[in-house]
């Protein structure tokens, strides 16, 4: 069965520096799912180690673009996950969450204040979480369905010869 897709892009809410409300503001809608501006200002702000200030308005509107772009993927995932009736219990969330306290070697009280600087609540947290999971099992789902023969190797190596040569 084909898996339908409807992304909708507002552009004008990557490419603005403006002032508006981001956290209200709808960045992307992938088949009737929000992505909100907040959530690629975080990624941004992620990416750029909180330095987003510093890039040009150019180059902080490719860093959106970016983070939207790679949401929007992500986002496509865990919908086939859903579809496909992957979805992680909520013992494999808490084991994933308490993994990351404790292999960042934090404090509870330092992982609650990372979160915060994150712009991230435990809620959030459980969210991305549960998403990793998901789009995990999908991957695993399918790694192991594709094949490639030596022959196939050995033909694309002879018809792309000049891409493995080093200057």
Do not use: H, W
């Amino acid at each position: 069965s084909t898996f339908l897709l409807t992304v909708i892009v507002f552009a004008s809410g990557c490419s603005s520096g403006g002032a508006e409300n981001k956290d209200n503001t709808i960045a992307a809608t992938v088949n009737g799912q929000k992505i909100m501006m907040s959530e690629v200002e975080r990624g941004v702000s992620q990416q750029t180690g909180g330095r987003q200030s510093e890039l040009s308005q150019l180059q902080l509107a490719q860093a959106r673009l970016q983070v939207l772009s790679n949401l929007i993927q992500r986002e496509v995932l865990f919908q086939r996950a859903q579809r496909e009736k992957l979805l992680p219990t909520e013992d494999e969330v808490d084991n994933v969450i308490n993994q990351q306290k404790t292999q960042s070697g934090m404090t509870a009280e330092d992982f609650e204040k990372s979160l915060k600087e994150q712009n991230l609540t435990r809620e959030g947290l459980r969210e991305e979480a549960r998403k990793d999971l998901a789009i995990g099992k999908l991957q695993e789902k399918y790694s192991g369905k594709i094949t490639i023969t030596d022959k196939e190797v050995e033909d694309f190596y002879a018809a792309n010869r000049q891409q493995f040569v080093n200057a």
